[in-house]
């Protein structure tokens, strides 16, 4: 179940919401009192209302807005048991002053904005000795570790405990509540009005997490990467695994790159089978992986583990997903030999897709040149994928029949930017830009209106998940259905 918390100025508008969240499938709210900037009127806010209610009047000192004095604070929080509030929050200090009454569980808090402490056990303990119905415990999340610890407090715990560890490293806890035995989690009424670190919104928890589909027995996959908060993945994957009915959630996992070792230690404990892996670990996860498939290990770079039995396996989907968009765009996608055999590809940038692409393009037997606007990276790379390198800002005066970008320029939201001059796009050249966001990149566009034959960066992208998915679940991936995700996710971005 999701608690969505509700922090508004006017009655009025905290009363809209709650009836509309109630509308959009919501079973219980959090009515957060510190919010009102007038004087609290409980008796109209509890009044036939639509669902059950937790009321909290949360301190500054606590996170929250509530400047009164703590005496009126207090009567708050009594008259509102008095009035049979189905749940009242009370921080674990204050707990012992109020006392049971009716029918209302007494939710007992606790919130850290700095860190997790390293004594959660012991913290637990002894506010299970202040009459709690419900525990929760709310903490900074400082390292990914601190989600593991504080999920298995959870599971661990006699009396139902709520834990969730706040910030975009702890987003995780908030999503996995239901399989490790929270009684219900947090969210936001939107997603630009987070009521705490971290929070995500109602919408997000149910559209894209399907929370309440959340269990014991539920798999978990999930991102690698550093920032994370910009992947469009989980909105694929998860759409993916409620539309073939697979019992898995997939979740972002932010990763600072020197808590890389530690998050790979634990992950099993989370109940992890597989991720997806993206900047900066695409290199250093191998030393954390038990196999390596071969062309994860010419590639140099992983985005893709799963696990098998004892082993974690690690794989690259980028190359595969970029030749077959390619060759489908060429002629036909595993022909032998290769559409893209003795084709003139320009490649442009040195980094990971450009790596994975050189790689495939080698083995199919293009003739591969590179351009990077750092030289030295492009002729690592040229020299590495026998290819040849050129100077950046010669790259529009060589023949080639195949344009590839793979730089982020024409990315949101430097949309008005093209890595390739228009006047240097003719008819027969073949363009591909690996750019997704948006689709129709100004290159992309250009190139249309000259009569080249385009691939996108969707394309790849989607290719590359239905692959990662097919790994995940030794199952056929639902394709069209992902793209038609992707598609709806990048396209309200106004550009």
């Known amino acids: 179940m999701i608690c969505v918390s509700i922090g508004r100025s006017r009655h009025k508008h905290m009363l809209a919401e709650h009836k509309h969240l109630v509308e959009q499938g919501a079973k219980l709210v959090e009515l957060r009192l510190d919010y009102i900037s007038s004087r609290v009127n409980l008796q109209r806010l509890l009044a036939d209302r639509p669902s059950p209610v937790i009321i909290t009047v949360r301190r500054e000192q606590d996170g929250g807005k509530f400047s009164g004095t703590e005496e009126e604070r207090m009567m708050l929080l009594r008259e509102a048991i008095a009035l049979g509030v189905d749940y009242i929050d009370l921080e674990e200090d204050i707990a012992h002053k109020v006392p049971r009454y009716g029918a209302t569980k007494r939710l007992v808090s606790y919130h850290n904005f700095r860190h997790t402490p390293e004594n959660l056990a012991e913290l637990h303990a002894q506010m299970a000795t202040k009459d709690a119905d419900v525990i929760k415990l709310a903490t900074m999340a400082q390292h990914p570790v601190d989600n593991v610890r504080m999920l298995e407090l959870v599971q661990s715990s006699a009396i139902p405990t709520v834990g969730m560890c706040m910030g975009d490293i702890g987003a995780p806890s908030r999503i996995l509540g239901a399989k490790f035995g929270s009684p219900f989690t947090y969210a936001t009424f939107h997603h630009e009005r987070t009521l705490a670190p971290g929070q995500l919104s109602f919408q997000q928890m149910t559209e894209i997490y399907n929370y309440d589909r959340i269990g014991p027995e539920t798999d978990v996959y999930g991102v690698i990467a550093d920032p994370v908060g910009h992947s469009l993945s989980p909105q694929i994957h998860n759409a993916a695994f409620a539309h073939a009915g697979v019992n898995a959630v997939y ?54 583990v799963v696990r098998r039995g004892a082993d974690l396996v690690g794989c690259n989907t980028d190359c595969g997903a970029a030749m077959d968009s390619l060759e489908h765009a060429l002629g036909e996608v595993g022909a032998n030999p290769s559409p893209l055999a003795g084709k003139r590809v320009l490649l442009l940038g040195a980094g990971g897709v450009a790596r994975a692409i050189a790689y495939g393009l080698k083995k199919r037997g293009a003739k591969t040149t590179v351009a990077g606007r750092s030289r030295e990276r492009a002729e690592r790379l040229a020299d590495e994928f026998d290819g040849r390198a050129i100077d950046w800002n010669a790259r529009q005066s060589t023949s080639t029949d195949v344009l590839i970008n793979c730089t982020p320029i024409g990315m949101h939201p430097n949309v008005d930017q093209s890595p390739f001059g228009k006047s240097y796009l003719k008819p027969a050249l073949v363009v591909f830009d690996t750019v997704y966001n948006p689709e129709s990149t100004l290159l992309v566009k250009e190139a249309r209106e000259h009569g080249c034959t385009v691939i996108t960066g969707v394309d790849m992208f989607v290719r590359q998940a239905a692959l990662q998915y097919q790994l995940f679940t030794e199952s056929a991936p639902p394709t069209q259905l992902m793209r038609e995700t992707l598609k709806r996710a990048i396209g309200p971005v106004r550009y």
């Open 251 to 304: 979740v972002p996992f932010r990763v600072p790159a020197d808590t890389l070792a530690d998050f790979m230690k634990n992950a099993e404990r989370l109940g992890v089978k597989g991720l997806s892996v993206t900047i900066p670990h695409k290199e250093a996860i191998t030393a954390h992986l038990t196999k390596v498939t071969p062309d994860a290990k010419g590639i140099k770079a992983v985005n893709t």
